[in-house]
Nanobody, 132 residues
């Protein structure tokens, strides 16, 4: 049984930094596509950053240069380092994963983070609130 557990959210002022963590169990992150998507109140889910099976990373334009996705294989944990946070980053952030053999994993490579909300495994989310 695959479980993804996020942590690290919180409330910060604009310009602040947060690091989100996602601990995976039942799935080895070294053989999966992974990423983060978010959902703000009243808005649709939005893929933010992904990492594919070749460890290539992808980001949506609005977070490029501010967010960094990375993983610690030994801890089976995915991270999202978020710098220079803006009020528009306020949302619930979810970790998502697909096994390497899944077709959606291939979609991450070809279509980028926008496919992340479609991934089959996701966590319960962690809230990020950025005040101006």
């Amino acid at each position: 049984q695959v479980q993804l557990v996020e942590s690290g959210g919180g409330s910060v002022q604009a310009g602040g930094t947060l690091r989100l963590s996602c601990i995976a169990s039942g799935l080895t992150i070294n053989s999966a596509c992974l990423g983060w998507f978010r959902q703000a109140t009243g808005k649709e889910r939005e893929g933010v950053a992904g990492i594919d099976t070749d460890r290539r990373t992808s980001y949506i334009d609005s977070v490029k240069g501010r967010f960094t996705i990375f993983q610690d294989i030994g801890k089976n944990t995915l991270y999202l380092e978020m710098n220079n946070l803006k009020p528009e980053d306020t949302a619930m952030y979810y970790c998502a994963a697909e096994p390497s053999w899944a077709f959606r994993c291939g979609h991450l490579e070809t279509q980028g983070p926008r496919v992340l909300p479609q991934f089959g495994y996701r966590g319960q989310g962690t809230q990020v609130t950025v005040s101006s």
